[in-house]
């Protein structure tokens, strides 16, 4: 009798689950379409590297289509520019720290050609393309930043959770990127003191951090002397570093580059003239083993002196600057 109870109650149980779910639009919940900015849960999309080039590069605000299946309807999308998640990123982030805060890309620096645009019928994104230029105007050491957010007026219904969105923009030259700190390991290297009386020197064995200028420059520290907390760090910075532009090849070896080393705002540096290894160039260097494996080196081999100050005495440095990589990686 029990048992035929239990039955009785799950069937009148199955009944009421059918009816309920035969009077549910469905289409409404799992189908339903909002136009929305693509990001994270943050509001921010920071999953763009601008190229360093010349000629500028391109990225994308993306608007998606939600739904689990496509749309048989064209959607317009209007997109206008806004400040409010721009706000709130360097209030939440840096507080009162205002030299710290991010900025907003300058206009000099991109074209946004396309305010409206439409998701076509069978489409679940359409991407809006903006266009950058002048680049190596912009510094590696700071935050910038698009604040862009949906037309009402202009577009289809939209997901108001996901109506304003922040692009963060990161660079990237041949040699390093700012999606990542980019770090250049001491190898065979040197740094002497030139003082007369008591000649100083040093092997380093730590890595030099290196940051993107421009199509075919970087940046990095001079010698073995540190910044501390690099986000606290920009006098510093500007003081003890040197720019390396990455010129021609040579005749000797297609696989290396003559180098040019400069200040890169005050540091007194002189580029000295090659000695042995250390040739004044930057280098993809192939190391095989017996057993045929190859590893791939990126390195720039270099010998200059600096000094700090007038009153320093110079410091020669003799590196060989190398990085491992894997050039199918780079070709993704």
Do not use: W
Not at 132 to 142: A, F
Not at 259 to 287: A, C, G, H
Request: hydrophobic residues 35%.
């Amino acid at each position: 009798m029990k048992k035929i109870l239990i039955i009785s109650l799950a069937v009148v149980l199955f009944v009421g689950i059918f009816t309920a779910c035969s009077s549910y639009d469905f289409d409404q919940e799992q189908y339903k379409k909002e136009i929305n900015l693509l990001s994270n849960s943050e509001l921010v999309y920071d999953r763009q590297v601008a190229d360093l080039k010349g000629n500028g590069d391109t990225i994308f605000l993306v608007a998606g289509l939600s739904g689990s299946v496509l749309s048989n309807e064209t959607y317009n999308v209007g997109i206008m520019e806004a400040d409010s998640l721009f706000r709130a990123y360097n209030k939440s982030n840096f507080d009162i720290e205002k030299d710290r805060y991010a900025r907003k890309l300058p206009e000099e620096c991109f074209t946004f050609p396309y305010i409206g645009m439409q998701i076509p019928a069978g489409k679940s994104q359409v991407k809006f393309p903006i266009y950058l230029q002048n680049l190596d105007k912009l510094s590696p050491d700071s935050i910038y930043l698009l604040d862009y957010k949906i037309d009402p007026v202009t577009t289809s219904v939209f997901n108001p959770k996901k109506q304003e969105v922040l692009l963060r923009l990161f660079f990237a030259n041949e040699f390093a990127t700012t999606r990542q700190n980019t770090f250049y390991n001491y190898t065979s290297s040197s740094i002497i003191t030139l003082d007369i009386n008591s000649p100083l020197i040093k092997h380093p064995t730590n890595a030099n951090q290196v940051f993107p200028l421009g199509e075919n420059c970087v940046r990095m520290l001079a010698g073995d002397e540190t910044f501390d907390e690099y986000k606290k760090a920009l006098d510093k910075i500007n003081r003890m570093s040197i720019k390396v532009t990455i010129g021609d090849k040579t005749s000797q070896n297609p696989l290396a580059r003559v180098v040019t080393i400069e200040p890169y705002k005050t540091l007194d540096v002189v580029q000295m003239t090659p000695f042995e290894v250390y040739s004044n160039t930057y280098l993809i260097n192939i190391i095989s083993t017996p057993d045929g494996r190859k590893t791939y080196y990126k390195e720039f081999r270099l010998h200059y002196k600096y000094r700090l100050t007038a009153t320093d005495p110079y410091k020669e440095v003799k590196a060989i600057l190398r990085m491992e990589y894997n050039p199918r990686t780079e070709l993704l």
